[in-house]
């Protein structure tokens, strides 16, 4: 196989790896003001992703940078393209990022308010808009034969690039409502039950749907692919298992669901990495936006020696942390004083906002 | 235009992102040592202190992680054509950023913050070193990608004229790197060095928990002392580099328009703007110049209209001097400050000594004020060495004008650019409010959060950190 290929291989996994473990988290902070209906709630809502989702960012990253690395083409036609879009992800990383430390450390009702929303509003911006961003490359921009792309805002709002966001947003819900049920007890816990069945319903016709219209945009003919099938039977796991006590399964199932998703989108961009709505001829590919050799050779060496301890300890972190989340109401009426994270905790917990 | 403005967006995006990383990077080592401390003597003095200086590092973090993401964003979007041309060699140390560095940094920092009571003492003490390697990891992939513009090394044309990889080991000992990255580090404790100060003196100030912020003001100074010393060789040294690989940016900023040698250096001048050619000394030390450009009593520099003699020759025609005005005056903030810096350390290193740091007042007082000059220095720094740069993006094979996106256009720019600097406002203020308010009444939340009951092993996780 050849490097470029491996390459393309090795992003699509850290674009994968991003949407699984950054997914539930922006699931959690799309729906911790919904499910979470007392500041206390809230505050066990967001805790629940607190030790992970700036490691799970983290492949956002590293999934924009291998691009530069290994296919500055790509990377510079991509991200110069999606221009005013890449800003709108931009601000919401922004906030949304931000709003973990800073919702918590000040003070009053309206502060925490306005950060809450910052994280509502910000979580389930980023996966629609990179989603519609991953529909574009799939269903084709104006691009000319000097790879750039010739075209407006507009021309990036295509109709599959909007369902391939709606989706992705709809799967992200999904994923971070079975994460919920899966790290909190309780009340909270049923909310989010509540929420996993009803988001799956409206995952499963909208997942079925962009099967559909994938398989169209790409004129593949009528027969799914296995990961489209696969990809619908885990959406439909996850909504009948959020009934059940199996927090665990359901959670892996709208995670495969996720994977799956993805992995449509560049299986079937592949050799391709841009389609040019202009003209054919003008496709990006593996082959004319890649690195040279020994680049991605070098590449290759520092991905083996350091993606497998990345995987070691984040999994270790994941470990340490598995316990399911709770408040800390009882231990604040006892002794408010000192026993709460903050001065602002106590009367939080006792008189919920 | 579009160029201007895009160069205006990365000025002010990258200048704002530096003020958090240096902070980010100085107080996770200064946070490291005290948890050391911690673990060593089992004092609870140097625990509330982890745990207050932690915080306001995690306040730091965020604005640091977000905006560094703006950065890496910022390469394809207002410059696809220099990714374009340039990522086969630059993107490589970024990508390795990205796997080394950052993973390790928020993966660990995460595992810091929520394992207090959970991890073991010693795994727990260990989490806070990766934060602080992982830091510091992540400062030394992107200097080797920016000391590749600076002194591109260890690539080949291609036959379309693009340079491509050859050599990567050349990237990490290629001598503005290895000069630079040090002098970037330096400067880092230098300025969490000067908030730990600052944030200790003005508690010592006020005789509130006079124990603990003595403890802190002391392993301050202590660090500040010889960083602070051998800061100013290092940079001295980094300017030796610069001499040699980039003379334009050193002449402009001494303002040396014709070659000299010896060379005396300009303390202080007026005029000296792009079109001023004959600014008016005020004060002028003999050889100095000679002695920090090349490190000799006689060492000659070259001058501005000789190099551009050169520049033209070489490259045809256009003006390859940058801004003679920012030059000049960025490195005299950088080394007028850093004096004053060095002053005050040795001074507090005295008091020290002496016994009396708690009670000196005056010294206090301005060590409180002092927090303001790493921010300066470390712009200036930055300020010198990119705008030092220009015309070049990339010193020799790309320049500036011709690296941005053709298909973005001015008016794309001007959106983004209000946009991120309104967003930054907003940020910035929130920051400031943030750490204003926990370095004045965060010990009592710090107490409060070390005081939590620690879990029964199985038990639900009682702990709300966020």
Not at chain 1, 202 to 214: E, P
Not at chain 2, 211 to 238: C, D, H, M
């Amino acid at each position: 196989m050849q490097l470029h290929t491996i390459w393309f291989i090795i992003i699509v996994l850290f674009w994968i790896g991003f949407f699984v473990l950054e997914g539930f988290d922006f699931g959690v902070g799309a729906l911790h003001m919904f499910v979470g209906r007392s500041e206390t709630e809230r505050r066990v809502a967001i805790n629940t992703i607190g030790p992970w989702w700036d490691g799970n960012e983290v492949w956002l990253i590293v999934a924009g940078a291998a691009m530069f690395a290994a296919f500055p083409g790509w990377y510079a036609t991509m991200f110069s393209a999606l221009y005013l879009a890449l800003v709108l992800v931009l601000a919401a990383l922004l906030f949304r990022g931000v709003s973990f430390e800073y919702r918590g450390k000040g003070e009053g009702a309206r502060w925490r308010g306005g950060w809450s929303w910052a994280l509502t509003i910000g979580s389930a911006l980023i996966p629609l808009l990179i989603g519609v961003a991953l529909g574009d490359l799939l269903t084709g921009l104006p691009i000319n034969a000097q790879h750039n792309f010739t075209g407006n805002f507009f021309d990036l709002l295509t109709g599959y690039g909007l369902m391939t966001g709606v989706t992705l947003l709809v799967l992200c819900l999904l994923h971070g409502a079975t994460f919920l049920a899966l790290r909190t007890t309780g009340e909270l816990r049923d909310h989010a039950h509540a929420f996993a069945r009803v988001i799956g319903l409206i995952a499963i016709l909208v997942n079925v749907a962009w099967v559909i219209w994938t398989l169209v945009v790409i004129g593949g003919g009528t027969v799914p692919e296995p990961t489209q099938i696969f990809g619908v039977i885990a959406v439909i796991f996850a909504t009948v298992l959020a009934s059940t006590d199996n927090d665990g399964w359901a959670f892996a199932s709208s995670g495969f669901a996720i994977a799956a998703a993805i992995g449509q989108i560049f299986i079937s961009l592949y050799p391709n990495v841009m389609i040019s709505s202009t003209n054919h001829a003008y496709n990006l590919t593996v082959n004319n936006s890649a690195s040279g050799h020994y680049a991605l050779f070098v590449m290759t060496l520092v991905a083996v020696i350091f993606m497998p301890l990345v995987l070691l300890y984040q999994g270790w972190s994941f470990h340490v942390f598995r316990r399911r989340v709770i408040g800390a109401t009882a231990d604040v009426q006892q002794a408010p004083s000192t026993s709460a994270p903050g001065p602002d905790a106590g009367t939080e917990a006792t008189a919920p906002t | 235009m579009t160029n201007d403005l895009a160069r205006w967006q990365f000025a002010t995006t990258s200048v704002y992102h530096f003020l958090f990383v240096p902070v980010t990077i100085g107080l996770a080592f200064l946070v490291a040592i005290l948890q050391t401390a911690w673990y060593r003597t089992d004092n609870p003095d140097y625990k509330r202190m982890t745990r207050f200086f932690g915080t306001l590092l995690l306040i730091n973090v965020a604005v640091g992680v977000v905006t560094g993401l703006v950065q890496e964003f910022e390469f394809g979007m207002n410059w696809s054509t220099y990714s374009r041309y340039v990522g086969g060699v630059f993107g490589a140390p970024l990508a390795m950023e990205g796997l080394a560095a950052f993973f390790l940094e928020s993966t660990f920092l995460g595992l810091w913050l929520f394992g207090w009571n959970r991890l073991p003492k010693l795994v727990h003490l260990g989490t806070i070193w990766a934060v602080s390697i992982g830091t510091m990891l992540s400062a030394l992939f992107i200097l080797v990608a920016n000391s590749w513009m600076q002194h591109p090394v260890g690539y080949k044309l291609n036959k379309a004229g693009q340079p491509v990889l050859s050599n990567v080991w050349a990237l990490f000992v290629n001598p503005t790197f290895v000069w630079g990255y040090a002098h970037v580090i330096l400067a880092s404790l230098i300025t969490g060095c000067l908030v730990m100060l600052a944030v200790s003196a003005w508690y010592l100030r006020k005789q509130q928990h006079v124990e603990s912020f003595y403890r802190t003001a002391k392993v301050a100074l202590i660090v500040l002392i010889p960083t602070i010393v051998i800061q100013l060789s290092v940079g001295n040294q980094l300017g030796v580099v610069e001499t040699h690989y980039q003379p334009m940016k050193i002449a402009a900023a001494e303002a040396q328009w014709n070659s000299c040698k010896p060379c005396s250096f300009s303390l202080l001048q007026v005029g000296g703007g792009a079109n001023d050619k004959t600014p008016s000394q005020i004060l002028e030390i003999p050889h100095l110049l000679s002695v920090l450009a090349t490190g000799t009593w006689n060492g000659p520099v070259t001058g501005l209209n000789q190099l551009q003699a050169q520049y033209q020759a070489k490259y045809g025609p256009g003006n390859y001097v940058p801004d003679v005005f920012i030059q000049y005056w960025s490195i005299r903030v950088m080394a007028y400050l850093a004096t004053l810096v060095l002053l005050l350390a040795l001074w507090g290193g005295w008091l020290l000594y002496r016994g009396k740091l708690r009670s000196a007042r005056v010294f206090l007082w301005l060590s409180v004020w002092a927090v303001i000059t790493p921010f300066l220095m470390n712009t200036a720094g930055w300020l010198l060495t990119e705008s030092g740069r220009q015309p070049w993006i990339v010193q020799g094979l790309q320049k500036t004008v011709n690296a941005n996106s053709p298909s973005v256009s001015a008016t794309d720019i001007w959106i983004s650019l209000i946009a991120l600097v309104l967003v930054y406002i907003v940020l910035g203020a929130a920051d400031a409010v943030l750490m204003l308010r926990y370095s004045r009444h965060g010990l009592a939340e710090a107490d409060a959060e070390a005081a939590e009951p620690s879990a029964a092993p199985g038990a639900p996780a009682p702990a709300l950190t966020y």
